[in-house]
């Protein structure tokens, strides 16, 4: 086992749930995993796959990203996103909802490209296009009281393999793909102890999305520096901690998790 991953592995030790990661550095090859084998709960991070298979489906002529499709309140979802709490009945681009989904995890534009795509569509797209082990199981949306359920199950191996071709170009529309990931608003886990600055100058260049829900919190992202470039999934399941604070155990995890391995391959001495 190297220094890093015996670094990760212990950091991790504490944890109440489960804890995967799947960490490539782009520079040199080398790559550290921990259960990326295992299924866990997506949360909001498959929305990433996702915007990459409406891609391809308006590549194959069905959709353009200048439609619109009309809205109403009826279509609310509930959970994350802003569009929910604006005026209704309204029209919405397809562009415009996937920035939405990306940036703001936003439920509803989510929901309205997915219905369009349909989700044994979207899963078909995301096998012939992605690949293995990511898929979608339910439309986007949380409700207080309810029995959570994530809208998707994926292994940290098959997200870091998608961020890896992401980082390559090899998928439907990725520079575009990875332009709205950088405007990306949820800064709590991957950067969250780094030298990272959303505005202005920042040393470190992130392109992510994160996921969240009671006990499931997931990261994943393509990092840069001026020294190495590297594509670090983080995904976590059955924490005690069901609450949505900043000090949220999960979010603690996936941020200290992320800063070791920054500092060992893009800031700190390589190891």
């Known amino acids: 086992?190297?220094?890093?991953?015996?670094?990760?592995?212990?950091?991790?030790?504490?944890?109440?749930?489960?804890?995967?990661y799947a960490l490539t550095n782009?520079?040199?090859?080398?790559?550290?995993?921990?259960?990326a084998d295992d299924l866990f709960p997506t949360a909001s991070v498959v929305k990433l796959p996702i915007l990459t298979t409406f891609h391809a489906f308006v590549e194959a002529g069905e959709a353009s990203w200048e439609?619109?499709?009309?809205?109403t309140d009826a279509d609310i979802p509930g959970g994350s996103g802003i569009l929910q709490?604006?005026?209704f009945p309204r029209a919405i681009s397809f562009r415009?909802?996937?920035?939405?989904?990306?940036?703001h995890s936003d439920n509803l534009a989510t929901n309205l490209l997915l219905k369009t795509m349909t989700i044994d569509g979207t899963n078909d797209l995301i096998r012939r296009v992605i690949g293995d082990n990511i898929r979608v199981d339910t439309y986007a949306g949380f409700q207080p009281?309810?029995?959570?359920?994530?809208?998707?199950?994926?292994t940290p191996r098959a997200l870091v393999r998608y961020l890896e071709d992401l980082a390559a170009d090899r998928l439907p529309g990725a520079t575009h793909t990875l332009d709205v990931a950088r405007m990306q608003f949820s800064h709590s886990m991957i950067p969250r102890y780094l030298p990272f600055q959303a505005y202005g100058h920042s040393p470190v260049r992130l392109a992510n999305k994160t996921g969240a829900l009671p006990g499931i919190r997931a990261?994943?992202?393509?990092?840069?520096?001026?020294r190495a470039q590297a594509a670090m999934v983080f995904m976590t399941a059955e924490?005690?901690?069901?609450?949505?604070?900043?000090?949220?155990?999960?979010?603690?995890?996936?941020?200290?998790?992320?800063?070791?391995?920054?500092?060992?391959?893009?800031?700190?001495?390589?190891?």
């Open 1 to 20: 086992m190297t220094v890093l991953a015996t670094r990760l592995d212990a950091a991790v030790s504490g944890f109440a749930g489960r804890v995967g």
């Open 26 to 35: 782009l520079t040199t090859g080398e790559r550290v995993l921990a259960r």
């Open 67 to 71: 439609e619109t499709r009309e809205i």
């Open 85 to 87: 709490h604006l005026s």
């Open 96 to 103: 415009d909802a996937a920035w939405l989904m990306i940036c």
């Open 145 to 154: 009281d309810v029995p959570v359920q994530s809208m998707g199950q994926a």
């Open 219 to 226: 990261d994943i992202g393509l990092l840069a520096t001026r």
């Open 239 to 271: 924490s005690t901690d069901t609450g949505f604070t900043f000090a949220n155990e999960g979010e603690e995890c996936i941020g200290t998790l992320a800063k070791i391995a920054y500092d060992a391959w893009m800031d700190g001495d390589e190891q």
